[in-house]
């Protein structure tokens, strides 16, 4: 079984300011992790992915986010918060060896950037 | 850039009725999938969908529910007999050959079921 955990509902940062949402995962095997970002009324739309290699990975609109394989996180970050960032953020995570391919998603955080 | 497109945006059925919400994955994917998000719960898995035949499903998808590919650009989500339970938004998503490509997510289909 696979799962992953969103601890906060929302988050709070001011333009301008680093931002963190966080994202721990369970999986078995290793795991392919993905972030993506929801706007009001629309669909999912894919900021980044970690596959392997460096625990570092950056992706659309400035965001990056870092795997750690010994806390099973993967939480996302971006070093300048910006108005338009505000949407829902959601954390997924599939296995290497699933054969569905399906994403499990965490609850999502709603990022909330005021100016 | 190719994206998911899903019909209709939002679809109100009576309890009971079938519904058969559509979608065109992105011209050149394989693998397609369906899922389901709540209003204020989680986004989840339904069905994944390769080469005609379905690869995975959820204890969700039940009998009640089928997929299909009519043709070589459609991919449907039929609910055979609809209960208020079924209301949520329906993501259809696709992607390319790879096992680490990402999913590729549609708009969704707003299903409300009086």
């Known amino acids: 079984a696979q799962s992953v955990a969103q601890p906060e509902d929302q988050v709070n940062v001011a333009e301008g300011n680093p931002l963190t949402v966080k994202c721990t995962y369970s999986?078995?095997?290793?795991?392919?992790l993905f972030w993506y970002v929801q706007y009001p009324n629309r669909g999912l739309q894919f900021l980044l992915k970690?596959?392997?290699?460096?625990?570092l990975v950056k992706g659309s609109y400035g965001f990056e986010a870092e795997f750690n394989k010994s806390q099973t996180s993967f939480h996302l970050k971006k070093p300048s918060a910006l108005v338009s960032d505000s949407a829902l953020y959601f954390c997924?995570?599939?296995?290497?060896?699933?054969?569905?391919?399906?994403?499990?998603f965490g609850g999502g955080t709603r990022l909330m950037v005021k100016p | 850039e190719p994206e998911v497109t899903q019909t209709p945006s939002h679809q109100v059925t009576q309890m009971g009725q079938e519904v058969i919400l559509r979608c065109v994955p992105i011209?050149?994917?394989?693998?397609f999938y369906w899922y389901r998000q709540i209003l204020g719960q989680k986004v989840e898995f339904l069905v994944s969908?390769?080469?005609?035949?379905?690869?995975?499903k959820s204890e969700i998808f039940d009998d009640q529910f089928s997929v299909e590919r009519p043709d070589g650009s459609n991919f449907t989500l039929k609910i055979r007999s609809t209960k208020l339970e079924d209301s949520a938004m329906y993501f259809c998503?696709?992607?390319?050959?790879?096992?680490?490509?990402?999913?590729?997510f549609g708009d969704g289909t707003r299903l409300s079921i009086l």
């Open positions: 011209s050149n994917h394989l693998y």
């Open positions: 969908f390769y080469n005609n035949e379905i690869s995975e």
């Open positions: 997924a995570v599939r296995a290497h060896n699933n054969a569905g391919n399906m994403l499990t």
């Open positions: 998503a696709s992607r390319d050959s790879g096992g680490a490509q990402p999913q590729h």
């Open positions: 970690y596959i392997t290699g460096d625990n």
């Open positions: 999986v078995s095997g290793n795991p392919y």
